[in-house]
């Protein structure tokens, strides 16, 4: 069961990592960045300077998050070196899911970590509508705001 289940987030893991990075010609991609200062701006409140903080903010996490990612490329390659050299046996697979996994909890905690330190600019009054609105944009669907005929699919 556990190695199913570890197989099942490696597949998600690595359709994420294709989506992200497979950018064909033609294919516009949602401005999330714009997106969420607007929502910042507009839902939460941010003034001027809540906005700058928020720029650093992001440009820092944008910075760590290529390092991760670059450091997931070259882990993931040597693990598939390891795993052919150890004859993809149960062991092997176990231990490599194991790390594989333990890279993913970086990348979330790096993520979570991001959304506290945007949250530590709301001012007392601002944290509420941050707390019940950030969820919902982050989680939301780019391409059914785009497209209303898409949600009725």
Request: aromatic residues 8%; glycine residues 4%; charged residues 25%.
């Amino acid at each position: 069961m556990l190695i199913l289940l570890i197989a099942i987030l490696f597949i998600a893991n690595m359709v994420t990592l294709y989506m992200l990075f497979s950018h064909k010609p033609g294919m516009k991609h949602p401005d999330k960045r714009a997106g969420t200062i607007a929502f910042l701006k507009d839902s939460v409140g941010f003034d001027k300077a809540q906005l700058v903080r928020y720029d650093s903010i992001s440009n820092q996490h944008r910075r760590s998050v290529k390092n991760i990612f670059d450091d997931m490329g070259q882990r993931r390659e040597n693990t598939f070196k390891q795993l052919a050299t150890a004859s993809f046996s149960d062991s092997a697979i176990r231990a490599n899911a194991v790390a594989l996994s333990e890279q993913q909890k970086d990348i979330e905690v790096t993520m979570l970590h991001h959304i506290k330190d945007i949250r530590d600019i709301c001012t007392p009054s601002q944290l509420s509508a941050f707390d019940a609105g950030f969820y919902k944009y982050i989680a939301r669907r780019p391409d059914t705001k785009r497209d209303p005929k898409k949600k009725e699919n």
